[in-house]
């Protein structure tokens, strides 16, 4: 196949591996999705209404007017490699005809240089550079992808304005530590978009376990969409991180499903097994920040995400200041006594009522 012919949908991901240089382009691919690409790794995919198909005399059903606009992302960072096989195997099967596009979706493979290095990130955490972050930030390359991101999706959402689709964005990671749900949501909560119960059912029936909601503004790729928005948004954390092609694809089944029949015109809550799953629902209790270098965790390094602390517990101590848990119990989620100075060392939750 030569380069002028190659399927933008089935190249997706090597083109990003093999760093080959990406100018903004697009066509209609033979399956009969027209593509665009904005930038190395964000391919816009649009169903084509019609039953000819550039390049083909194959004759396709007509598919129904979008009812989303969708952004599924991955590889914000680098290393967390299953969610990208994920999303790598789906356009792969759209492509080859094996899964039927029916939503306008923006595929976001989010940092590059980090997947191709294999590292988490380069010179700064690219979830920690959205909704306004990136501007008080020195110019790097991951600033400029931070910027770069937020342009394009803005357009893409700004494109069909007036359609009037229901927004989404799924945003896949997987976590660098145990957790005692493996499979958790962060769902941005801003009180000018709560999420509503058919959200959270539908993530619950992909097999996520716990849901975890956060009113306070963030700076989350996820928060961006869901605040700016008004999208269904989430940060999904699909267990633990893992080379390519030493991820156990089966273990993201449900999430694969729960996709694949979002995309192809279904609900995502529309198992096929019939079941009905509940997701443990938390809340922000309070976030552990980290201020001055004389930080200290009081949490051992291999602590699982939701792991339970009494009322009382003294978890951390900066200076003259200590967090105490208040609650009868509390639950620490994304530890981390290493962060920079002025982020967050860990998440504190309780049960939602």
Not at 14 to 30: K, L, N
Not at 50 to 75: E, H, N, Y
Request: aromatic share 8%; charged share 25%; net charge negative.
């Amino acid at each position: 196949m030569t380069d002028a012919n190659r399927s933008a949908l089935h190249h997706w991901l090597s083109d990003v591996r093999e760093s080959r240089p990406t100018e903004c382009s697009e066509g209609i691919d033979p399956c009969g999705v027209r593509w665009q690409r904005h930038a190395e790794g964000v391919l816009e995919l649009t169903p084509v209404n019609t039953g000819q198909v550039t390049g083909t005399t194959r004759t396709t059903d007509k598919p129904g007017r979008p009812r989303f606009d969708a952004i599924l992302s991955c590889g914000i960072h680098g290393d967390e490699t299953a969610p990208i096989e994920i999303v790598d195997r789906m356009l792969r099967d759209i492509a080859d005809g094996h899964l039927t596009l029916r939503e306008r979706v923006l595929v976001v493979l989010g940092n590059p240089d980090a997947v191709r290095a294999g590292k988490r990130y380069l010179e700064y955490d690219l979830n920690r550079l959205f909704h306004g972050a990136h501007a008080k930030r020195p110019e790097s390359p991951a600033v400029q992808r931070a910027r770069e991101l937020e342009v394009i999706v803005a357009q893409f959402f700004d494109a069909s304005r007036g359609a009037r689709r229901l927004r989404r964005h799924v945003d896949m990671h997987t976590a660098i530590r145990a957790s005692l749900f493996p499979r958790f949501a962060v769902v941005p909560s801003p009180p000018q978009h709560p999420p509503g119960d058919d959200w959270i059912e539908a993530l619950s029936a992909a097999e996520i376990e716990a849901v975890m909601f956060t009113e306070q503004p963030s700076v989350t790729f996820s928060y961006y969409t869901c605040a700016h928005f008004g999208a269904q948004s989430c940060t999904l954390e699909l267990g633990k991180v893992a080379p390519f092609g030493q991820n156990r694809l089966a273990d993201f089944a449900g999430i694969d499903a729960a996709l694949r029949r979002w995309l192809s015109g279904g609900e995502m809550g529309a198992r096929d097994d019939g079941k009905v799953l509940h997701a443990r629902r938390f809340r922000v209790a309070a976030e552990i920040v980290r201020r001055t270098d004389a930080f200290v965790l009081n949490v051992a390094a291999d602590t699982p995400n939701f792991t339970p602390y009494a009322v009382g517990t003294v978890l951390a101590r900066d200076g003259e200041t200590t967090y105490t848990v208040s609650h009868p119990e509390e639950r620490i989620v994304f530890p981390n006594p290493d962060v920079a100075n002025g982020l967050r060392a860990g998440v504190m939750v309780v049960p939602d009522a």
